[in-house]
Nanobody
Framework: QVQVVESGGGLVQAGGSLRLSCIVSGLAFGVFNMGWFRQAPGKEREPVSCINYSGSTTYYGDSVKGRFTISRDNGKKTLYLQMNSLKPEDTAVYYC?????????????????WGQGTQVTVSS
């Protein structure tokens, strides 16, 4: 059974930084593409950033380009999202998932169920 556990969220002022982590168990992490999604209140869940199995290809949503950096440690089965220059509009619950992706698009697969997510709140 595939499980994902997200952590690292919190309350931060605008302009601040956070680093999210996602630990994955129950699958061969190093052969799957992974991604971060977020869902703000009243909005649909959207892809934020994705990375291929080797880390050689990444995708970023337009709203986070230049501010967020995705990375992974296959040995630790962990996905990361470094978030800098945070804005109030980044406030959301952040989730990780197995994805299909290329440089231009990213979408969730059904390989893993959603985890509990981690709340990011950016105050103005």
């Amino acid at each position: 059974q595939v499980q994902v556990v997200e952590s690292g969220g919190g309350l931060v002022q605008a302009g601040g930084s956070l680093r999210l982590s996602c630990i994955v168990s129950g699958l061969a992490f190093g052969v799957f593409n992974m991604g971060w999604f977020r869902q703000a209140p009243g909005k649909e869940r959207e892809p934020v950033s994705c990375i291929n199995y080797s880390g050689s290809t990444t995708y970023y949503g337009d709203s986070v380009k230049g501010r967020f950096t995705i990375s992974r440690d296959n040995g630790k089965k962990t996905l990361y999202l470094q978030m800098n220059s945070l804005k109030p509009e980044d406030t959301a619950v952040y989730y990780c998932s197995v994805v299909n992706m290329n440089e231009r698009t990213c979408s969730r697969t059904g390989v893993s169920a959603w985890g509990q997510g981690t709340q990011v709140t950016v105050s103005s």
